[in-house]
Nanobody
């Protein structure tokens, strides 16, 4: 059974950092891209970052480029999202998802985690 579970969310002050983790099971991480998406209240789910199966290819939304870093450890079957210089606009539920495509579209992702809340507030 394919499972993805996010962790590491929480409350952080503007300018702070958080590291999200996505623990995976039930499939071989070696063969799938993993994406991070987020959804703020009243807004549509939006793409944040993705990483290819080989971990060499990454892609970021313009809104997080230069602040967020996606990485993966296939041996630990985990993917990470290091988030720096956070702003209140980054407040959202963050999801990781699995895809066999190189895409920003949520509809191209096969399985999703339940999400982890990130709140940026003073």
């Amino acid at each position: 059974q394919v499972q993805l579970v996010e962790s590491g969310g929480g409350l952080v002050q503007p300018g702070g950092s958080l590291r999200l983790s996505c623990a995976t099971s039930g499939f071989s991480l070696d063969y799938y891209a993993i994406g991070w998406f987020r959804q703020a209240p009243g807004k549509e789910r939006e793409f944040v970052a993705r990483i290819g199966a080989d971990a060499e290819n990454t892609y970021y939304a313009d809104s997080v480029k230069g602040r967020f870093i996606i990485s993966r450890d296939n041996a630990k079957t985990a993917v990470y999202l290091q988030m720096n210089n956070l702003t209140p606009d980054d407040t959202a539920v963050y999801y990781c998802a699995q895809s066999n495509m190189w895409s920003n579209r949520a509809s191209d992702y096969l399985s999703w985690g339940p999400g982890t809340q990130v709140t940026v507030s003073s």
